[in-house]
């Protein structure tokens, strides 16, 4: 098997992991407009599936 000719640097490995990191965030459109992070409730309105299940007018 063939071996590299030089030891790669970490700067090199660091850049090629981090270049697929950082990914903007999937999100849903609720029927009211707001956008919010898909399987979780939406922190404007409180709703999850169509339903109520946070009291948001504290």
Do not use: C, W
């Amino acid at each position: 098997m063939p071996e590299p000719k030089r030891k790669q640097s970490k700067r090199r490995s660091r850049a090629r992991r981090g270049a697929n990191r950082y990914k903007a965030p999937q999100l849903s459109l609720d029927a009211d407009g707001s956008r919010f992070i898909p399987h979780r409730v939406n922190p404007a309105n409180g709703m999850y599936r169509g339903r109520q299940v946070l009291d948001t007018e504290a």
